[in-house]
């Protein structure tokens, strides 16, 4: 059974930071793109960004480019989010999500071609 476990989320004041973990479990982890999205109150999900099998490829919603970071560690099958310069916006629960049909050069695809989905941490920020 796949599982996907978020970690690190929490309350921050504006223009501080987080950092999100996903241990994911169940799967062929080097074999899967992950990911992350979010979704705030009344809205819908939406796609921050996602990193392809090995590492060396990502893809940024224009939203976060510049202020988050995506990295793997494929020996602890778990993906992380550097959330930096956060603000009152950036307020929703995030999803890991992981894809095993979205090539290394596909990875915009990675937006309608999830697998799996964590249950979601809540990162709120504070003005």
């Known amino acids: 059974q796949v599982q996907l476990v978020e970690s690190g989320g929490g309350l921050v004041q504006a223009g501080g930071s987080l950092r999100l973990s996903c241990a994911a479990s169940?799967?062929?982890?080097?074999?899967?793109?992950m990911g992350w999205f979010r979704q705030a109150p009344v809205k819908e999900r939406e796609f921050v960004v996602v990193?392809?099998?090995?590492?060396?490829?990502?893809y940024y919603a224009d939203s976060v480019k510049g202020r988050f970071t995506i990295s793997r560690d494929n020996a602890k099958n778990t993906v992380y989010l550097q959330m930096n310069s956060l603000k009152p916006g950036d307020t929703a629960v995030y999803y890991c999500?992981?894809?095993?049909?979205?090539?290394?050069?596909?990875?915009?695809?990675?937006?309608?071609?999830?697998?799996?989905w964590g249950q979601g941490t809540q990162v709120t920020v504070s003005s």
């Open positions: 990193i392809s099998r090995r590492g060396g490829s990502t």
């Open positions: 169940g799967l062929t982890f080097s074999r899967y793109a």
């Open positions: 999500a992981a894809s095993g049909r979205v090539g290394d050069l596909a990875l915009p695809a990675f937006v309608r071609g999830v697998d799996y």
